[in-house]
């Protein structure tokens, strides 16, 4: 069984997108979007689906310490 990780914060933005008709959605909570992507210190969460090709949805997150690029 893997570790569960838990993040708590505060998003200042949340933001949905999505392509091709919906087949693709992407949903994002973030602490600080104007926080370069590579030398992060704020929390995100970002969710992606993909209903066509995809199973299960890609979690990417940050907590502030440690990160993730596609769970």
């Known amino acids: 069984m893997e570790h569960m990780k838990e993040i708590s914060f505060f998003a200042t933005e949340v933001e949905y997108n999505e392509a091709i008709g919906g087949e693709i959605v992407q949903v994002s909570f973030d602490e600080d979007p104007e926080q370069d992507p590579f030398s992060r210190t704020k929390c995100y ?27």
Do not use: C, K, R, T
């Open 45 to 71: 969460v970002m969710i992606s689906q993909n209903y066509e090709f995809q199973v299960y949805p890609s979690l990417e997150w940050h907590d502030g310490i440690d990160d993730n690029g596609g769970a």
